[in-house]
């Protein structure tokens, strides 16, 4: 006997205690497919029958069951199943995951059954008995429960004999790739939809003899493939005709299509089923009336193929005609099928009389973009990383294709307006304030977070508590947060007399990473200052659901405001704005909102508390006690006591001191207006659609130095390239560092020419710093540089810094590539979240 | 980091055997953190002046204190006060480069300790909480002659004003031993800070060092509870130990002690009118969002009505401290089955949190930024929904009746708004036409005429 199940569904074996069910289920499934009622009875009372345990054994099964169907995996329930309760208990768990429920039952003869038992488990003769009845009784209430497929296994040899075959899913076209067209609503629009089809670059032949191939040809652009999301019929001029050129391009391998409500409905009709003759299916019924018989039998054939979606490009592609929630996707029920054809509606009727539908793409947050129509919406826009792709045609509108991969839309407007639709088309909007919060328990705990740049990023449940409640405390608004930038590590430890950072180090490091080439950007000693800023309120509005809080944010490396000066932040901000529409930046990058990655100077305005209290004071007792110091020695000295070496070393601490207190005092001027900032954007990370970690730094850089000769508050950053194996070059980049930082300035940042470089072993930093001698003594104290302390000093490690650096860097590009691929908000959240978790590990903060 | 004792007694020079130390020669001792360099700068018949000078090592200290993980990696250790104040770090020296003296101790001459001597004493930098005003309240009583100079944190930026650091000199008619014992306590009592773990050792070397002075001086609470870096279990011992042996002192609570209570009676209050209100609608789950060290939990959980009691706040530390207030390990299993703690924000959607009759958010709204009160109002009024919610905040015109505060400022350094009695009413009017609760609010605390009561408490019903 040939069993033939899905490959995703729930199988229950039935049978008498020692009917063999165990030994089949071994033999046919894989061992973690299987699960034991026995084994579980076992593990809750160490004895496989102990009877009183019953409850508790098939709580353990429920809970496997429940945890391997939802991820989508098949299970096998190894137990006797003899009782009604007990399977319609696992039927309703089937339903509940949409899946098909299975069983197999083994219905032996008595005397064999019996006789394995005497030699096996040894249970009581009448106990077998009572199974063995129980099991010839219940396959005739098997439908009734609910079971849509069983198999009967009466004899010995249909035991042995048996095979099982699992066949993929009707909806499973993962190994589909691509690329895709995907064709909203075309309701009959057949002139819209040839024109659209020729737009994309299908060439549509139209054939005399209307038997042949259904009448047309189409050859697609080379591997592209046509994929329709549903309701091909009804309202329009020319149903017919849309289903002859769908129909022929699905027979030539050209194009996939799922159902809509419109084609299930026709469908009924056509079977001769009693369905109202409404929404435009009379227009249909019309068209459909010259066509011979021949061909309603082979529309009948395709419509009743159409299946609920489709999962394509390896699960990462959805189709559904009305969407589908991430639950559901993969799966088979009648469930899943009414939600891909109808939605889901609140229950509520509108002011139109129709019923109000559930906006299920508000809450999906599911990996795979969804692609889908059914509801008429006036332009294709992306939510949650799905897309509505019904632009109303048929009521006006136009029709809407969406290039897959690319994202691109194409469409083609309405001839006329076929139909007056029932309701206004609105855009799937949501009332400001009302769009759904983020919700803690997407958050909370440990997780882990797969990156394109960095699998299986784990964050740890302690980090995590810590981030939540920066996160809720400081942070700016969660909408304007979609990226936080990584922590730097320095260069390795220099062994030069003198020093403790030196470029050479990371010059060898990049070198030994494989590249080539780098570039040396000047390191300015402010504050680091991530900058979101929109053309106009509108442009942020509608990128990231935030009102009444200006053109822009300005935030820290932790995620709070910058300013607490709202009106200095926007009149930076407005400054900022001139400059990008000066240098033609929106239009260069196509583009309404940037986010810039910058520091801004100077460092006094943001860390006037850390500087008073902290270096300020070291400077200032540092002073006053080696003052009276010097002088008491000097008094010593002068009496003849044996002091000279203590007065030395006590003059090189005054004169560090000193050092010390002109290293910081570099980076503090008074800021009393805006003139007396600086800011100095370094990244161009993102913008409209765009992450720019593709481009180089000089691309960065080139367009930024533009940006900056629009404006002097703006500074341009000083930068060098590095072939690294040009000994000239080398040198003449130490030379600027030295110069740089003789000068009081903090160092310079060596990042590779590329914004992401990866080498055999990984990602490669994708940015060191090195920091000037003077500068240091901020960090290490004023004493630093005497050579037995550098001794101490140079004993630090990296590893962790760099480590952290890689992992904060690669959550960091994937929130962003989430944000501008329209990914649910929680997606972005998350990473910024998990980067500042990350920033809660405890590192060397020197470093 | 630097110690100068001056004496112009006649034969002058006998401070060197009071000190225990040669007058010509340099010496220098190594301590734990570092070394003490002594020397005599002057030392003639008529003036003669010894000098403790410190070399303390900021950077092996910090890699010392490895032990202590998340402290060593705070960046001040190595940009650090330290190595140039006078702190606990030098109460350590005295004791041991001068130990003999301190104990009053002299083998040359032993009837030297008892005698006052004329002495001026130089210390260089002393870190100061309370500036000049609290040196000369701890040393004047002790009949010093107290001159400080203090200086500006950096000449380059005045605007940043003075630095906390002073150059101290001294000057009194005392046993040396005294002024040595003086000095002990008091360098790091100006400091507030200690560079060493403090436990009940630390009381009895107070004991020993401040017999015969501390017990009668006028700011021994003050001395006290500083020296003990505010650790109030300490400074509740120490004290009954110094105050049992000496009858006489002023028990009378201070002035803090006694503000601080009055506050807690406002809080009290605040809880009072909370189950009081809960109690009239009949509420059996209540949820305390900000629930802090769980003082209202406590309230909650005396009243037997309320049968699901769940306190939330977004510190774990906090609920740690609320675990351990209200005995968590050691509840009884009907109590524990009535109470829930959680860690959670009040600006993100928490489903947990939805199935409750009431909820309560006391001073909770004025620590979060205005622009994301929002999220709160959301989180609460949109998704929580509790059919009975109550907040309160305190009310910003009260403030000008508080004595010990700047009317600029707001009362708590967390609190980022306070609103006045109108802001709250506008607030709460528009919170509650948004999301379809009814509200009334209550004054908390005595009210004053022009400026209403110290605290206000919105009940929002649906």
């Known amino acids: ?95 509940k995951y949409h899946v098909f429920p299975i069983l197999i039952g083994l219905n032996l003869p008595e005397p064999l059954i019996q006789e394995r038992n005497a030699t096996g488990r040894q249970l009581l003769a009448r106990v077998i008995r009572h199974h063995h009845r129980q099991a010839k009784h219940s396959f005739r209430k098997l439908k009734k429960e609910g079971i849509r497929k069983w198999y009967e296994l009466d004899t010995l040899e249909k035991v042995e004999k048996a095979t099982i075959l699992r066949r993929p899913a009707w909806n499973n076209k993962k190994e589909e790739q691509g690329p895709f067209d995907i064709i909203g609503d075309v309701h009959g629009c057949f002139a819209e939809l040839r024109a659209l089809l020729e737009k994309l670059g299908y060439k549509v032949t139209k054939h005399r003899n209307r038997e042949r191939n259904y009448g047309y040809t189409v050859l697609p652009p080379k591997g592209r493939k046509a994929v329709f999301v549903g309701d091909l019929v009804d309202r329009g001029p020319a149903s017919n005709e849309v289903l002859r050129l769908v129909m022929s391009m699905q027979k030539a391998g050209n194009a996939l299509c799922v159902a809509g409500n419109h084609d299930a409905k026709l469908l009924k009709k056509l079977n001769g089923k009693n369905v109202q003759v409404k929404h435009g299916l009379a227009e249909t019924l019309e068209q459909l009336a010259i066509e011979p018989a021949s061909f309603i039998e082979e529309v009948k054939k395709f419509l009743s193929g159409l299946v609920s979606h489709y999962m394509l490009d390896g699960g990462r ?54 692609a889908y129509g059914h509801t008429p919406v006036p332009e294709a826009s992306w939510l949650n990383n799905t897309i509505d792709l019904d632009t109303g045609c048929v009521f006006g509108g136009k029709l809407t294709a969406m290039r897959y991969p690319e994202r691109e839309l194409c469409s083609i407007a309405a001839k006329k307006v076929y139909k007056e639709p029932s309701r206004p088309i609105v855009p799937m909007q949501i009332e400001p304030g009302s769009e759904p919060m983020l919700s803690l328990q997407d958050f909370m705990g440990r997780h882990t977070i797969n990156t394109r740049l960095r699998p299986n990023i784990v964050v740890k449940e302690a980090h995590n508590h810590a981030a939540l409640e920066t996160m809720s405390r400081f942070a700016v608004n969660p909408r304007w947060l979609i990226y936080l930038p990584p922590t730097m590590s320095p260069s390795e430890t220099s062994t030069q007399e003198g020093y403790l950072e ?39 509005e509608k990128r990231f659901a935030i009102t009444n809080e200006g053109i822009g944010v300005i935030y820290t490396r932790t995620g709070r405001p910058f300013f607490d000066d709202k009106n200095m ?63 008491v020695l000097a008094k010593a000295e002068k009496r003849g006591l044996t002091v000279k070496e203590l007065s030395n070393a006590y003059r090189a601490k005054h004169e560090q001191v000193h050092q010390f207190r002109n290293a910081y005092r570099q980076y503090c001027w008074e800021v009393q207006s805006l003139e007396d900032y600086r800011l100095a954007p370094f990244h161009i990370l993102a913008s409209e659609g765009q992450v720019h970690a593709d481009k180089t730094h000089n691309w960065h850089m080139d367009r930024i130095e533009a940006l900056c000769d629009q404006d002097n508050i703006l500074l ?34 060596i ?41 101490q000093l140079r004993k630090r490690g990296l590893s962790h810094k760099r480590s952290m650096a890689i992992r904060e860097f690669a959550l960091g590009i994937e929130g962003l590539e989430r944000f501008v691929r329209y990914d649910a908000f929680s997606k972005v959240h998350q990473c910024v979240l998990a980067v500042l978790a990350m920033e809660s590990e405890p590192v060397d903060p020197r470093l | 980091m630097i110690l100068q004792i001056t004496t112009t007694k006649p034969n002058a020079r006998q401070l060197g055997y009071l000190l225990g130390k040669h007058p010509d020669r340099v010496q220098e001792k190594s301590l734990s953190f570092g070394k003490a360099h002594i020397f005599f700068p002057e030392a003639n018949e008529n003036r003669c002046s010894a000098v403790l000078l410190l070399d303390i090592d900021a950077v092996t200290l910090s890699r010392q204190q490895k032990r202590n993980y998340a402290d060593s990696f705070q960046l001040g250790h190595y940009v650090n006060d330290r190595p140039y104040v006078a702190s606990s770090f030098l109460s350590t020296a005295i004791a041991k480069v001068f130990g003999s003296a301190l104990n009053g101790n002299c083998k040359h001459d032993p009837a030297l300790v008892e005698q006052p001597l004329p002495l001026e004493i130089t210390i260089s930098a002393v870190p100061v909480r309370g500036g000049l005003s609290f040196l000369k309240q701890i040393f004047e009583p002790l009949s010093y002659k107290v001159d400080a100079q203090s200086t500006v944190l950096d000449e380059q930026f005045p605007e940043w004003g003075l630095s906390p650091y002073f150059e101290l000199k001294l000057q009194n008619t005392l046993p040396l031993r005294d002024v040595l014992r003086h000095l002990y306590v008091l360098i790091p009592v100006m400091d507030v800070n200690k560079h060493y773990y403090i436990d009940e050792q630390e009381i009895e070397k107070l004991l020993a060092k401040g017999k015969g002075w501390l017990e009668n001086h006028p700011s021994l609470k003050q001395i006290t509870n500083r020296y003990f870096k505010r650790r109030q279990s300490l400074l509740r011992k120490a004290l009954n130990s110094i105050l049992s042996e000496n009858n006489d002192a002023d028990c009378s609570k201070d002035v803090k002690e006694e503000t601080l209570e009055q506050k807690l009676s406002l ?176 004054p908390i605390g005595p009210e004053d005429e022009e400026y209403g009561a110290p605290s206000q408490m919105a009940v929002f019903t649906r």
């Open chain 2, 267 to 442: 809080h009290e209050q605040r809880h009072e009118k909370v189950v009081t209100i809960l109690k009239q609608r009949k509420v059996s789950s209540v949820l305390d969002l900000g629930c802090s060290s769980g003082k209202l939990l406590h309230r909650l959980l005396k009243e037997s009505s309320f049968q699901k009691i769940t306190g939330m706040d977004i510190s774990l530390r906090t609920l740690e401290i609320a675990k351990r207030r209200l005995n968590w390990d050691s509840m009884t299993p009907k109590k524990r089955e009535r109470i829930e703690l959680l860690h959670g924000s009040l600006t993100y959607r928490d489903k947990r949190l939805e199935a409750y009759d009431a909820a309560v958010a006391v001073e909770v709204i004025e620590h979060f930024d205005l622009p994301r009160l929002s999220a709160f109002e959301q989180s609460l009024f949109r998704y929580t929904r509790s059919k009975t919610i109550i907040i309160t905040t305190p009310n910003r015109e009260y403030n000008v009746l508080f004595e010990n505060l700047d009317p600029e400022k707001l009362r708590h350094n967390d609190h980022r708004f306070e609103w006045t009695r109108e802001e709250f009413e506008n607030w709460s009017k528009r919170v509650a036409s948004d999301y379809g609760y009814q509200f009334y609010i209550v």
């Open chain 1, 569 to 631: 932040e926007q009149a930076l901000l407005y400054r900022l704005k001139e400059a990008i529409s000066n240098a033609n930046l929106w239009q260069e990058l196509d583009t309404d909102w940037i986010l810039f990655d910058c520091e801004l100077m100077p460092w006094s305005a943001k860390a006037q508390q850390l500087l008073k209290n902290q270096y300020a004071a070291v400077g200032a007792a540092g002073s006053l006690a080696l003052n009276t110091v010097e002088q």
């Open chain 1, 716 to 749: 341009a950053t000083d930068y060098k390239t590095v072939q690294l194996d040009d000994t000239n070059a080398i040198q003449e980049a130490v030379n600027w560092w030295t110069a740089l930082t003789e000068k009081g300035g903090e160092g310079m940042v």
């Open chain 1, 1 to 95: 006997m040939k069993i033939e199940i899905p490959e995703l569904c729930l199988v229950m074996m039935m049978g008498s205690s020692s009917s063999g069910k165990s030994t089949f289920a071994n033999r046919h499934f894989k061992s973690t497919e299987i699960i034991s009622s026995d084994a579980c009875r076992a593990m809750v009372a160490d004895h496989e029958n102990v009877r009183d345990a019953n409850d508790a054994t098939f709580e353990v099964v429920h809970l496997i069951a429940e945890k391997r169907l939802e991820r989508g995996l098949l299970t096998v329930v190894d137990a006797t199943n003899l009782q009604p309760e007990g399977r319609k208990s696992l039927v309703s768990l089937a339903r």
């Open chain 1, 317 to 370: 592609l959805v189709i559904a005609h009305a969407g589908l929630r991430e639950d559901m996707q993969g799966r088979m029920s009648s469930t899943v099928r009414s939600f891909c054809l109808y939605g889901e509606t609140t229950g509520e009727i509108d002011e139109f009389g129709l019923p109000v539908r559930y906006q299920w793409a508000e809450d999906y947050q599911g990996e795979a973009m969804v």
């Open chain 1, 751 to 791: 990042k590779p020419a590329n914004f992401i470089q990866q080498s055999e072993k990984g990602l490669v930093q994708p940015a060191v710093k090195c920091r000037g001698r003077e500068y240091l003594r901020i960090i290490y104290g004023p004493e630093y540089t005497q050579e037995d302390k550098l001794k």
């Open chain 1, 502 to 540: 030196h470029p050479l180090e990371a010059f060898r490091y990049f070198s030994q990473q494989g590249v080539k080439e780098v570039i040396c950007e000047e390191k300015h000693m402010g504050s680091r200052a991530i900058v979101v800023i929109g053309k106009n309120e509108a442009a942020i």
